[in-house]
């Protein structure tokens, strides 16, 4: 079979999300096949420095250690529930918010897919949004801040 039927049978296969995909054509039989991703994990590594040791100084291993920056919960808006974050309705329109926007109690801010439902993820307080804390089309956790308010 040639390199381009494949390739095209491919794409068909991601086109229709498709895990298996068998052809045959008179004697020749084809079988493709995803193999089904791993559940990711998401891993978070701290390094604590020494008792004394200041932000930005150097461990032992002389890596510089930098301060994360401490994020207020007051002023952030939170994912309801795991899944994958969406600033805009549907591709290739424009975001629900954007950096600067006077923002009122109970607007749309964002979407989060969960199970393939989308769920429209509404503002609890009015303000400006300062921040987007995610980018778009990337798994989110509960609770995660997803805007910054100032």
């Known amino acids: ?17 498709l895990e298996e995909l068998e052809v045959v054509d008179g004697d020749q039989r ?21 008792a004394g040791t200041p932000p930005g100084s150097s461990d ?12 207020d919960p007051e ?8 899944g994958t974050f969406y600033r805009s309705p549907g591709p290739g329109t424009e975001p629900f918010v954007e950096v600067g926007d ?9 979407i989060v897919e969960a ?13 400006v949004v300062a921040s987007v804390l995610v980018d778009d089309g990337k798994s989110v956790e509960y609770g995660q801040p997803l805007f910054l308010f100032s």
């Open 1 to 17: 079979m040639e390199t381009s039927r494949l390739k095209e049978l491919i794409e068909l296969m991601d086109r229709n999300q």
């Open 30 to 50: 084809i079988r493709l096949r995803k193999r089904p991703e791993s559940a990711r994990e998401v891993v978070s590594m701290t390094t604590i420095p020494a």
């Open 60 to 71: 032992a291993q002389g890596e510089v250690m930098a301060a994360e920056p401490r994020i």
């Open 75 to 82: 002023l952030t808006i939170q994912s309801p529930m795991v």
């Open 102 to 110: 006077q923002i009122q109690e109970g607007q749309v801010l964002c």
């Open 115 to 127: 199970m393939k439902v989308m769920n429209e993820v509404k503002s609890d307080r009015a303000g």
